[in-house]
């Protein structure tokens, strides 16, 4: 095991090295004046332009920047925004809030998607399967931002269940519906697999050879047909973390969330390329560990699988 980390580790690197310079050659290859409205309605003055310049490198080639900005960030500088404000600012106010809403999301879409799809998976072409079809394909069908004001519509100023926006406080019941609202289609994904997946294995031979020795069905689900279901899941699960965090720009827009997909719109609107970036990088960091742990969960899931 010690041996299959260190290796994936290190296959990390270059697919590290490759995306986030994809991403740092796209995002500053987006024409157009990157001091465009830094100075009011009039244009900014060609001294401010020239120290800006020279101070973030712009009159550099693309391979240049992007060294120095690696640089930087192998010290754990992320830089700064043209506006003089430290991005590992940004990233620490507003990363903890998406995270919160992110895991918040997962976990409602995994409990609420396991147990549809387990109980729909039991019970193939009943009235509880075909809801959770229906259901599951509605979900899918709608787009988040729909989801997201029908919601908010409904519980926030229809029935006045809980507040329309959320505070800067994110107590947990605020973050129920947006939760909610994210994870809607993952957990209509993980609804479908999982119903999928109960249902291949509940014809397997030791499923069938379980329930002739006597085991309570509580057992057989729980214990041999659940866990032997779970991999395409956790698979899922595991790499929509980082999915959801870089998708939350929509939820945190409806609800008024200040968190990592604000500061993306944001920083689109206003052409802070540097924050853009910045962001983007520690998303990739974070599913490429998501990648790696769900490798790592397929052992304690299947004891057959063994990495060498």
């Known amino acids: 095991m010690g041996r299959y980390l260190v290796r994936r580790l290190l296959q990390l690197v270059p697919v590290f090295i490759g995306t986030t310079f994809m991403i740092y050659a796209l995002v500053w290859a987006v024409p157009g004046d990157p001091f465009a409205g830094k100075c009011g309605e009039r244009r900014c003055p060609q001294t401010y332009i020239d120290f800006m310049t020279a101070k973030y490198h712009l009159d ?83 787009p988040v931002f729909v989801v997201g004001f029908v919601l908010q519509w409904l519980f926030g100023v229809q029935w006045k269940i809980v507040s329309p926006t959320v505070s800067s406080a994110m107590p947990f019941s605020e973050l129920i519906i947006p939760g909610f609202v994210l994870g809607s289609a993952s957990m209509a994904y993980v609804a479908r697999m999982a119903r999928t997946s109960i249902a291949e294995n509940r014809r397997a031979d030791y499923v069938r050879t379980a329930i002739a020795k006597g085991l309570p069905m509580r057992r057989v689900v729980g214990v041999h047909l659940l866990r032997n279901s779970l991999i395409p899941v956790v698979t ?4 929509d973390l980082g999915a959801l965090m870089g998708g939350a720009i929509v939820t945190e827009g409806i609800f008024a969330i200040n968190g990592i997909g604000r500061e993306v719109y944001r920083s689109i609107v206003t052409k802070e390329s540097a924050t853009v970036v910045s962001i983007v990088v520690v998303l990739v960091v974070v599913y490429l560990l998501m990648n790696l742990l769900v490798d790592l969960l397929y ?7 063994r990495y060498e």
């Open 60 to 142: 550099e080639n693309v391979f240049t920047q992007y060294a120095i900005y690696m640089q930087n960030l192998l010290r754990g500088d992320f830089g700064e925004t043209f506006g003089g404000r430290s991005i590992n600012d940004v990233i620490a106010t507003a990363y903890p809030n998406t995270l919160k809403l992110a895991l918040v999301a997962l976990a409602i879409e995994a409990v609420i998607g396991l147990t549809a799809g387990v109980l729909s998976g039991l019970r193939r072409n009943g009235f509880l399967d075909n809801l959770v079809l229906v259901s599951t394909l509605f979900l899918i069908a709608l």
């Open 236 to 239: 899922l699960l595991g790499t």
């Open 299 to 305: 052992a304690a899931l299947d004891p057959r699988i």
